[in-house]
């Protein structure tokens, strides 16, 4: 054990060296250097955490998941296609390869067999006896197995040397000829069109989209807020771009169900109540922490001990292709970031706005408390069923504050409505005293005194 807490320190101390080293040489800014050296400072225990923990999505967007016990693997063979895609690029070259060679070499030995039945591959023998007669072969120059071969490829692929050739002598050779010439077309488009997907898929786009490292939560507009940034490389836009949020945790229902993997959705956001986006620059994507977000009860003490994962999923349609392309990342409680805020990195120079990404995923220290949303509601007073119709919150007031005044503050009872604390209907109601009323100015004139 203390040799492994040694090694993590050396390491530690490595990286650090290395960061500085960059840092001094101007390869990597100096907020990007202290961002790290802070995070480190803050979070020592953070790589450990992450090695204990297993997360749904990577931060490449491939999903962390393993199938295993698959006892009906021949639905795969129903949809080849899909299946020849989603292959690996060595096993996809070596399919494609093999299946040319084997159609090749099939169709080689087809035409040397009927050379060798039409009699084509024996040497003609000549007489004086008997005149030498001219015989025509099914292919000319088919000698061997080596010129079928050659043969066959050029009636696949259509080259044409034009040495060999099919005649009119043999109707089954015309056969084959049509048969190896479709069968080649389809070998043509299902291997060409896998590849051409492969090359295509909708992941090559999302290679340019990038995400920030870590996410913040700091104060918007007086609220608790979850963000992360995302940006776009190239200049070709994503049209109908969308993003959403989900998290990812451990939940228990009421009658005792363990839901290992509880997918919930979270509102993103944005003042059209949806989750489109305008990517031509980097962008803020962000979610206030208030009553029902998953995120509600989530504070800066208990945010390292949290079993959830915040999975960010964007969609969109490539300008230029027309592909639809999806781009994933997530972010564990290891990576989100308590009470920092992301530094501004669009400019505007010369008539235009200029983006520096290398500030991409630099952070600032902002104050903020360390509680969570629903504790600093229930600080400040708000009612859990949230405002009135006026969108006032309820239950402030005048109330007593004891002999001879009255304070402001105080919270309604759960249902009732906001109403000061003396009642004029009951007033009415008491039988009077004999006694005159007396103003309150002249009561609060006489605590005075």
Not at 33 to 48: D, S, V, Y
Not at 80 to 109: E, G, P
Not at 290 to 305: I, K, N, V
Not at 412 to 438: N, T
């Amino acid at each position: 054990m203390m040799n492994t807490a040694k090694c993590v320190c050396m390491r530690v101390r490595v990286r650090s060296c290395v960061t500085s080293m960059l840092a001094r040489k101007g390869l990597v800014p100096d907020g990007f250097l202290l961002t790290r050296l802070a995070e480190e400072r803050n979070h020592p225990n953070r790589k450990r955490s992450r090695c204990q923990r297993a997360r749904f999505i990577t931060k490449t967007g491939s999903c962390n998941v393993a199938h295993k016990n698959i006892r009906e693997q021949g639905r795969f063979l129903q949809d080849v296609f899909t299946t020849m895609v989603d292959l690996k690029w060595q096993h996809s070259l070596l399919i494609f390869t093999s299946a040319f060679l084997c159609s090749w070499m099939l169709f080689a030995m087809v035409w040397w067999l009927l050379a060798f039945a039409h009699g084509d591959l024996q040497p003609r023998q000549h007489s004086a006896e008997t005149p030498e007669m001219p015989t025509i072969p099914c292919v000319t120059a088919i000698n061997s197995f080596a010129s079928a071969f050659l043969f066959s490829i050029e009636v696949q692929v259509t080259i044409g040397f034009g040495g060999r050739m099919v005649t009119e002598e043999c109707p089954a050779a015309i056969v084959v000829l049509i048969v190896q010439n479709i069968l080649g077309l389809i070998i043509n488009a299902v291997m060409l069109g896998c590849i051409f997907m492969k090359t295509a898929q909708a992941n090559r786009r999302a290679e340019t989209l990038i995400f920030s490292r870590n996410a913040v939560v700091a104060p918007r507009n007086g609220r608790p807020t979850f963000m992360f940034r995302v940006g776009d490389l190239r200049k070709s836009m994503i049209i109908s771009a969308t993003v959403q949020l989900q998290v990812i945790r451990r939940t228990v229902t009421s009658e005792g169900e363990v839901i290992p993997v509880s997918q919930l959705d979270i509102q993103v956001e944005n003042p059209l109540r949806s989750n489109g986006i305008f990517l031509v620059s980097p962008l803020i994507v962000s979610h206030t922490l208030e009553r029902g977000s998953p995120l509600y009860d989530l504070s800066a003490h208990s945010l390292a001990a949290a079993d959830l994962e915040v999975i960010v999923i964007l969609e969109g349609v490539v300008e230029t292709t027309g592909i639809s392309m999806q781009a994933r990342t997530s972010y564990t409680p290891d990576e989100i970031l308590w009470g920092r805020r992301f530094v501004s990195i669009v400019s505007e120079e010369d008539g235009r706005y200029c983006v520096d990404y290398s500030k991409f995923g630099n952070t600032l220290p902002v104050r903020m408390s360390a509680l969570s949303a629903k504790e600093l509601e229930q600080t400040r007073g708000i009612r859990e069923d949230g405002a009135d119709a006026d969108g006032r919150p309820q239950g402030w007031g005048l109330v007593r504050a004891g002999r001879g005044g009255f304070r402001r503050g105080g919270r309604a009872c759960e249902g009732a409505a906001s109403r000061p604390w003396y009642d004029p209907a009951r007033e009415e109601a008491e039988p009077s005293s004999g006694q005159e009323p007396v103003p309150l100015e002249v009561i609060g004139r006489r605590t005075g005194e």
